[in-house]
């Protein structure tokens, strides 16, 4: 059985966000620690993991990730939101230690402008000083990006020179569908190599589908990614391929063709991996048991 999960409210307590899960039908979860507004954390100590350990085991939701604050950027040149950032992530590699989570996801932030090669000793520096002090059973993960604003980790070869770098049991990667597509990776069979037109981002082949680097799977073995992927956010894009926009859509509702999604997600390598809805919902309050339902078609596991 896949494990399905979305991204859910953990208000009341992180065992409420596994019984949310459980509700429209998943069997993972992922969560923010606290407020996804806020550098404001709880003390750890104010934690129920008896509940949580309880709710999961009743529910038979696994793994817990947990999501890093959008507010964090480790490439800042502003001294105080460096310090913002550390404290943050270092908090949440706490709560994922304590929580017997499977890994913090985090953004790694923007070089505002700089480009990646002014920044990337900053950033690594930073990563492997929150590693070297987070409890040995925190996992950090690394998320690619759609390349807004001069986002980290869109082109996946940053992502490859930060693991090699750190070389580090502790540290990974999330492979997010839409932030790929909207920078630029198809998400198709190479083999068929469909060229399809978009506005550009980063430079990567114009934003045109037509060489292999253009295509994650390809992209992904050339760079031998596989075996640090931890899981999967599985969301469509408002916005059409390339674009360089970090829009989430529902599931068959956005650009990104079905066809193409299908085949990224049948991949044997992803298999085992747990795949993470982030989508909107039908609703507008966040992934629900329709996307979830559409998920599963996808992966042919059906309800």
């Known amino acids: 059985m896949r494990r399905i999960g979305a991204h859910v409210s953990a208000a009341g307590g992180p065992h409420k966000a596994v019984e949310r899960a459980a ?28 509940k949580l ?45 304590e929580i017997a989570g499977a890994g913090v996801v985090v953004h790694l932030g923007s070089h505002q402008g700089r480009g990646w090669d002014a920044v990337q000793r900053q950033v690594l520096e930073r990563v492997g000083e929150l590693v070297e ?14 390349g807004q604003k001069g986002k980290l980790s869109t082109d996946l070869a940053e992502i490859r020179w930060m693991l090699e770098q750190l070389a ?9 569908t839409c932030h790929a597509f909207a920078g630029g990776y198809a998400l198709g069979n190479p083999g068929a190599r469909s060229p399809r037109k978009g506005a550009g981002c980063g430079g990567r082949s114009g934003g045109y589908a037509g060489s292999e680097r ?59 991996l ?23 078609a996808l992966v042919g596991e059906e309800s």
Not at 23 to 50: H, M, Y
Not at 168 to 176: A, E, H, I, T, Y
Not at 245 to 253: M, P, T
């Open 214 to 272: 253009s295509y994650a799977v390809a992209e992904i073995e050339r760079l031998k990614l596989w075996d640090e992927l931890r899981c999967v956010h599985v969301n469509d894009s408002r916005d059409p391929f390339a674009s360089g926009r970090d829009r989430h859509a529902n599931i068959n509702d956005g650009e990104i063709p079905r066809d193409e999604l299908e085949y990224f997600l049948s991949r044997s390598e992803i298999h085992a």
């Open 274 to 296: 747990p795949l993470i809805l982030e989508v909107p919902g039908i609703e507008n309050d966040g992934p629900d048991a329709e996307n979830v339902q559409r998920l599963l």
């Open 23 to 50: 509700a429209i039908g998943c069997n993972c979860v992922q969560v923010f620690s606290g407020s996804p507004r806020s550098w404001q954390r709880k003390s750890l100590e104010e934690l129920d993991t008896e």
């Open 133 to 146: 002090h987070s409890p040995p059973e925190a996992t950090f993960l690394i998320e690619n990006s759609a």
């Open 168 to 176: 580090s049991p502790q540290v990974g990667w999330c492979f997010d």
């Open 53 to 97: 350990r309880a709710a999961r085991s009743r529910h038979a939701v696994e793994p817990v990730f947990t999501h890093a604050l959008y507010l964090v950027n480790l490439a800042a040149e502003d001294d105080a939101v460096l310090e913002k950032s550390m404290k943050a992530i270092a908090y949440d590699l706490a709560f994922d230690a």
